[in-house]
């Protein structure tokens, strides 16, 4: 069994698409990135990486590759999957948290879940997506940026 931990955090910015999750959400700002920006999923990605100890995303996807520039991250965590499985290794659920100011996310949660879970071959019930606030305080609180955190648990297939 393996457990991974990521984080991502991105500023807003204009004439940018708000992407989370694989999901396209109305707002004035969008996340400012050399690919779609989506925190939730490079948060996802990185603690997928670091349970195999397989270093991070920057590492297998960096903002230095032109082959990235405006990449949809959900492509992103499907070849991250291959990866995982290639080591052995089934995810068996993964957590995280969206932390944002604004926009609200309440009605967007289930087509995240079930954009993670379609890319990773997994159950809805395998998905978990929390958004928080940061009470108005720090750079999300103030909307100036958006973070987000995950935690995957892994184990080795047919264990």
């Keep these: 069994m393996r457990i991974g931990i990521g984080y991502d955090i991105h500023k807003l910015a204009q004439n940018r698409d708000l992407i989370l999750?694989?999901?396209k959400i109305p707002y004035e700002l969008g996340l400012l990135g050399h690919s779609d920006a989506d925190v939730l999923v490079h948060a996802i990605i990185d603690s997928m990486l670091g349970a195999l100890?397989?270093?991070d995303i920057g590492y297998h996807f960096p903002d230095t590759d032109e082959r990235f520039k405006g990449a949809n991250s959900l492509v992103l965590l499907k070849e991250t999957m291959k990866l995982i499985q290639n080591e052995g290794y089934k995810i068996v659920n993964i957590d995280s948290n969206i932390i944002c100011q604004k926009p609200k996310l309440m009605?967007?949660?289930d087509d995240m879940r079930k954009n993670i879970a379609h890319a990773l071959s997994?159950?809805?019930n395998q998905v978990s997506i929390k958004a928080k606030t940061n009470e108005k305080m720090d750079s999300i609180g103030n909307g100036?940026?958006?973070a987000a955190n995950a935690v995957v648990l892994m184990n080795k297939i047919n264990a």
């Design 21 to 23: 999750g694989g999901v």
């Design 53 to 55: 100890a397989l270093r």
């Design 107 to 109: 009605g967007y949660i």
């Design 122 to 124: 997994l159950e809805l």
């Design 144 to 146: 100036v940026a958006i």
